[in-house]
């Protein structure tokens, strides 16, 4: 069954420390992999899609088959890095979302 | 374009009433999803439709829990009836075609005493 997994609810850095949000995911497919971010007050948008191997915003996100892994990472983290951020798995036109991990990166 | 709309942005209630949250996708946009989001659970799917049609509902919790979409530019999610652990954000977003990417409205959060 599809399954995606993020072990931390809640995550604190320092502002310019690295940064690294973890996803696990579960699928015997080719799998196709996001992250979306909520930041206070806005609404749920995409991140970024590992298929496009693009760094937005500073993050980035590799795709480890062997890990079933999609842990999304940044060198310096910024104030307004601060949001939620949820892993998801598309199967299909279906999205299977993890439980989200609330980022907070302090002064 | 104003994007996905949903109303009301806030409801409160009280257990046992009907519930009813409205959602307008993006002008276009062929596929809408219903999402509830909980701290325990994340985001959920609860109900996608394709053309206005119902694909696969198997995420709606129980039978109290219904969901309409009578043309392109509407859909309904309704709780009848409402209980104290309904209380969540519901998410409506929507898509177009093969697009992998999702267009979220604003939520609204249902509180359920």
């Known amino acids: 069954a599809q399954r995606v997994t993020q072990p931390e609810k809640l995550l604190s850095v320092f502002k310019g420390a690295p940064v690294e949000l973890k996803c696990n995911y579960s699928?015997?497919?080719?799998?196709?992999l996001f992250w979306y971010v909520q930041y206070s007050r806005q609404r749920l948008q995409l991140l970024l899609r590992h298929i496009s191997r693009e760094s937005i915003k500073g993050f980035t996100a590799d795709l480890n088959k062997g890990e079933t892994s999609f842990h999304l990472k940044k060198p310096f983290a910024q104030e307004e890095d601060s949001a939620m951020y949820y892993c998801?798995?598309?199967?299909?036109?279906?999205?299977?979302f993890g439980t989200g991990t609330s980022l907070t990166v302090i002064p | 374009d104003a994007g996905v709309i949903q109303s009301p942005r806030h409801e409160v209630t009280e257990m046992g009433q009907e519930v009813t949250l409205r959602c307008k996708p993006i002008s276009g946009h062929d596929y809408l999803f219903w999402y509830r989001q909980t701290m325990m659970r994340g985001l959920e799917l609860l109900i996608y439709?394709?053309?206005?049609?119902?694909?696969?509902d198997s995420g709606m919790p129980e039978d109290r829990f219904s969901a309409k979409m009578p043309n392109a530019s509407f859909s309904t999610l309704k709780i009848q009836p409402s209980e104290p652990r309904d209380s969540a954000v519901y998410f409506c977003a929507s898509k177009y075609g093969l697009s992998d990417e999702q267009f979220f409205g604003p939520g609204t959060r249902l509180t359920v005493l």
């Open positions: 998801a798995l598309k199967y299909g036109n279906q999205f299977y």
């Open positions: 439709f394709n053309n206005n049609v119902p694909i696969d």
């Open positions: 699928y015997s497919g080719s799998p196709e």
